[in-house]
């Protein structure tokens, strides 16, 4: 074992190092610059049109659930262990100095976020006869946008067979968790954790996003409360954990108690990559779970990739670093890492009834996590079977493939779960940007009509007609 994760290692840290430092900070930059930095500067405008319309019904245009429901099935992947064990993870191997480099990486992913959204609006199709769903992912993009139909096929059967495999992390962070807070024997949480995911991901997209746009709200506001309780706490630190983050992001931080010390390179490192996988922004993902989303206009459902990312990273993330940094917790207690170090950090806060808060919270972070992996994995099993009988037949005996290995391998090490989750992500991302660097005036020709012609006419009152589309040959009914 000791091996393959050297082995794992080796090769994530390759790619997470200058090679996928200069892809995705590179890829967000221009991004950023073509579309006038309006993903991050045009705050009010995306509020408005995210968070603002929470509660507004499932708005105008065609799709299969509201832009609500659809951005809540892609936070479930989002806000999730990742902004708890992967913050955790990314202090005790780069340093504070990572946080900073997660930021950086949200502010220029909100835009290869966006990219992946118009995307997914824009090569959607819907399936009739199986499901009567609107769907999109990787390997629809791959052969409607790119013609690539044999490397969309081999990319759809990767995606199902290898991404259940992702969630081993969740169940190591919930088995783990809820063991430091509440002795619970793992195998029992295993058990609760897969029938209830199972039982909920049994009832198709309109279930998962109905659950989702109920409690992930819910728990990413109780959990940004906790955090923001141990803040103030010791209110007059904050300014200096700041400039702790700040400070050792652009220099070496050497060892002190417990932690090793972190070169700038493993900051820059693990916080681009550990805000990768908090945010997704670049993976793909958001290119599934809004091609689902009810909207007039592509660019419109895009304002998610500000939404998204900014309360994932930006807020989320930043919670659970600076409770860690706070409670001094990264330093004090060196043998502990992933969730179960940022359950340390509340329970240090507030006693045991913190570590209890917490383990709950990883709970269901992670419960809504694998429940919007599996919808993203599904949809590369319906590709590979079309539109038909065959795929009727196979979802259901999916659905049991997928819980295997998070029931069955909890208990790997975390930093093996973690090293491979990174290759996988790796992959992803490679594969992602691709898609967005050979669509790209296509991806602008949307962004400007957006702005330049749709958003005008509906100041003056008048409705604009749909912004037009390609032909594409697909089963389902292309938009």
């Not at 480099?101 to 819907?126: D, F, H, N, P």
């Not at 660019?299 to 309360?311: D, H, I, K």
Request: glycine share 10%.
């Amino acid at each position: 074992m000791n091996g393959l994760l050297l082995v794992i290692q080796t090769i994530s840290d390759f790619l997470w190092g200058t090679p996928m430092t200069i892809a995705l900070i590179g890829t967000g930059l221009y991004l950023s610059i073509k579309f006038k930095f309006r993903y991050i500067t045009k705050i009010k405008f995306h509020f408005q049109n995210t968070f603002g319309k929470m509660f507004k019904g499932k708005g105008e245009g065609e799709g299969t659930v509201s832009g609500f429901a659809a951005a809540c099935t892609a936070m479930a992947n989002t806000i999730g262990v990742g902004n708890i064990g992967g913050v955790a993870t990314a202090i005790t191997m780069g340093g504070p100095g990572a946080i900073f480099w997660m930021w950086i990486s949200a502010l220029l992913g909100m835009s290869t976020k966006a990219c992946e959204i118009i995307l997914g609006q824009r090569y959607r199709v819907k399936y009739k006869n199986s499901m009567d769903e609107y769907m999109c992912d990787r390997s629809f993009v791959m052969k409607n946008a790119l013609g690539w139909k044999k490397g969309a096929f081999l990319l759809a059967i990767c995606c199902f067979v290898l991404g259940p495999w992702t969630c081993c992390v969740q169940t190591e962070s919930v088995v783990n968790s809820l063991k430091e807070a509440f002795g619970i024997k793992p195998l029992l949480a295993v058990i609760v954790l897969g029938i209830t995911c199972f039982l909920t991901i049994a009832g198709g997209l309109k279930r998962i996003s109905s659950v989702m746009e109920r409690i992930v709200p819910i728990m990413a506001i109780l959990y940004i409360l906790g955090g923001i309780g141990i803040l103030l706490m010791d209110i007059n630190a904050v300014p200096g954990a700041v400039t702790l983050i700040f400070k050792s992001a652009f220099t070496p931080m050497a060892g002190v108690g417990g932690f090793a010390g972190a070169t700038v390179k493993e900051a820059m490192r693990y916080g681009i990559a550990r805000g990768l996988y908090s945010n997704d922004a670049g993976t793909g993902y958001g290119i599934v779970a809004h091609a689902a989303g009810i909207t007039d206009h592509p660019v419109r459902q895009s304002s998610w990739g500000w939404g998204e990312v900014f309360l994932d990273t930006i807020v989320v993330c930043s919670v659970t670093a600076l409770s860690l940094i706070l409670t001094n917790s990264y330093i004090d207690y060196p043998n502990v890492t992933s969730a179960q170090l940022t359950t340390v950090a509340f329970k240090v806060a507030y006693g045991n009834i913190g570590g209890y808060f917490l383990s709950l919270a990883i709970t269901v972070f992670a419960w809504t996590t694998i429940i919007g992996m599996y919808y993203s994995c599904a949809k590369s099993v319906n590709y590979a079977f079309g539109d038909s009988n065959a795929n009727k037949i196979a979802t259901p005996i999916y659905m049991v493939y997928y819980m295997l290995p998070c029931l069955l391998f909890y208990n790997i090490k975390a930093d093996l779960l973690w090293a491979a989750t990174d290759l996988l992500s790796a992959v992803y991302v490679i594969v992602t940007l691709i898609f967005i660097y050979s669509k790209r005036k296509e991806i602008m020709r949307l962004y400007n009509d957006f702005w330049d012609r749709f958003i005008p006419a509906l100041k003056r009152g008048e409705y604009p007609e749909k912004v037009s589309y390609e032909t594409v040959e697909e089963k389902g009914d292309v938009l």
